[in-house]
């Protein structure tokens, strides 16, 4: 068997952090041409098929409340950004570690969740929601502490490139 060679690529960014959710779409549009910059520059060599971005990609935790997240820049997932990034995965044929957002969700009301997606050429392989929040300044919940969470808190995706998996910041420790 021929083993499987190709490029990640780690992009480091230096976004504004938004203050409302509609600011947020400059951060994605600064990551799509990053994308595009790291899959064109590589072309010569392995293809990069694997790209991921840090935590808070998206929008970090700026306000002291969860009621503020919630209000100002907690988004649903799959959202206008997921979908931008899902569109260059699969014009690519790439895999997309998203980058951090604060998402709220129907099934937890009142909580918001620091998370990143795995987004491959056919969409959202998972959601990965950070375990080990950075208590006191992080007031998103971990859903490790909510009963009834059934989702894996680690999951991983069968991809063309491997088995792949996430973790957030402090979830390393």
């Not at 002291?64 to 260059?88: C, D, F, S, Y």
């Not at 129907?106 to 050429?121: A, E, M, Q």
């Amino acid at each position: 068997m021929t083993p499987l060679r190709y490029s990640v690529a780690a992009c480091q960014t230096d976004l504004s952090n938004p203050l409302e959710r509609a600011q947020m779409r400059a951060n994605t549009d600064r990551m799509v041409s990053m994308i595009d910059a790291a899959v064109g520059g590589q072309a010569p060599f392995l293809p990069v098929r694997l790209l991921v971005f840090p935590e808070f990609a998206h929008a970090a935790p700026v306000f002291p409340t969860v009621g503020e997240l919630l209000e100002k820049l907690a988004v649903p997932i799959p959202n206008e950004h997921t979908e931008r990034l899902h569109a260059k995965a699969r014009e690519h044929d790439i895999y997309i570690q998203s980058g951090s957002m604060l998402e709220v969700d129907d099934r937890w009301p009142g909580v918001v969740f620091n998370t990143s997606c795995l987004i491959g050429p056919a969409g959202i392989l998972y959601k990965y929601r950070k375990v080990n929040t950075w208590i006191p300044f992080e007031v998103h919940a971990s859903p490790h502490d909510l009963d009834g969470y059934d989702e894996p808190l680690f999951p991983v995706a069968d991809t063309a490139i491997g088995r792949l998996g996430c973790a957030i910041c402090y979830d390393w420790l």
